[in-house]
């Protein structure tokens, strides 16, 4: 019996034993997890230091030809000689294509030979007049119907010089859709005459940006698929502020001497505005927009704070910050998306 009462006797101290270490673990383990909860997190961060901040607005623009227009003929008629080389360029007033005038050419004969019947005609009533042998109302007559024959003549000789489609200005012809011995009509668009030697550049800025935009401002620009850059200035200004993008259109020229600029591409703009002493600029990846604006965390005696900005330019590396941040802040950098408003941090501070 007694070896029983010692067999129980150690199967209940080691019971206790075993429930005893238990405790100690589990207690020394929330210690553990307390003390690495309460570990500080380690972050990347920048000391806010005023600069001059050249304030430049990276915009989205189209890239037009100085002049384009749709090459047609005024007058229906077989067209019968084709003067220009696809994709050549033409020099104002050239001769594009002829239509056949011989129908109105005709006309023009036929007309002429009327108007001088009623130039004679009006001669002599007034030959008659003077000798009182006709009314004066007789010579009115007279005089109007020599009158109505020779603007007969001129709208003829008018539509004839329509038959000779000239270039209205300098520039690039396209693709034709004629040929020779094609019945064309005024619907029917023979080719795109553009003048590429100037290109126009439109962009729209954001209205609170419209007091600082000026007529004679050079921009710079580029396009895809080339490194190089390009230059233009501002020549108009939309007088008004589009209501439904609150956005202001704006137009520049730029030269295209070596014509590698086509019309109808994209261009990146990079409008100069004012340069800003004394700017408070943070890097791109410390901002975090949210709901009613952007914030920052700053590290403050080793917490992590959540404080809202109101910023405006933003470049490739960095957005200028209009209020919000004071010089000397630290701003978090790394990390952000992890971070909550009173955190420990532990920041190295990178150097510039």
Not at 138 to 151: G, L, Q
Not at 305 to 312: D, L, Q, R, T
């Amino acid at each position: 019996m007694k070896i029983k009462y010692f067999l129980y006797t150690l199967l209940i101290i080691g019971f206790g034993a075993f429930i005893t270490y238990r405790i100690i673990e589990n207690t020394t383990g929330n210690s553990k997890d307390k003390d690495q909860k309460k570990a500080a997190m380690v972050v990347s961060g920048i000391v806010v230091q005023p600069q001059t901040f050249d304030n430049n607005l990276s915009l989205s623009g189209s890239i037009e030809a100085n002049e384009q227009v749709e090459i047609r003929s005024e007058v229906s008629g077989i067209v019968e000689s084709i003067n220009f080389q696809e994709g050549s360029n033409v020099g104002k007033g050239q001769l594009l294509f002829k239509v056949n005038d011989t129908e109105l050419r005709a006309q023009l004969s036929q007309a002429n030979t009327k108007e001088s019947l009623a130039s004679e005609n009006e001669r002599r009533a007034k030959l008659l007049l003077q000798k009182e042998a006709i009314s004066q109302e007789e010579y009115d007559v007279a005089r109007a119907e020599h009158a109505s024959t020779r603007a007969q003549s001129q709208l003829i000789k008018a539509q004839i010089a329509k038959t000779a489609v000239r270039a209205p200005f300098s520039g690039r012809i396209g693709l034709r859709s004629i040929s020779v011995g094609t019945y064309i009509t005024p619907t029917i668009s023979v080719a795109n005459l553009v003048n590429i030697g100037k290109l126009k550049i439109t962009f729209s800025i954001p209205e609170k940006y419209a007091t600082q935009v000026t007529n004679n401002t050079t921009i710079r620009f580029t396009v895809g698929g080339s490194t190089k850059t390009y230059t233009a200035k501002i020549y108009a200004i939309e007088p008004t502020v589009e209501i439904a993008t609150r956005t202001l259109q704006v137009r520049a020229i730029a030269l295209n001497k070596d014509g590698k600029l086509l019309p109808g591409t994209f261009a990146n703009v990079e409008l100069p505005l004012d340069v800003i002493k004394d700017a408070i600029v943070v890097p791109s990846q410390a901002v975090i927009p949210v709901q009613n604006g952007k914030k920052v965390f700053i590290s403050d005696m080793g917490k992590a704070k959540e404080v809202m900005v109101e910023s405006a330019t933003r470049t490739d590396a960095s957005l200028l910050i209009l209020s919000g941040l004071k010089a000397g802040d630290t701003v978090i950098t790394s990390g952000i998306m992890s971070l909550k408003n009173d955190a420990s941090v532990k920041v190295t501070v990178a150097k510039k």
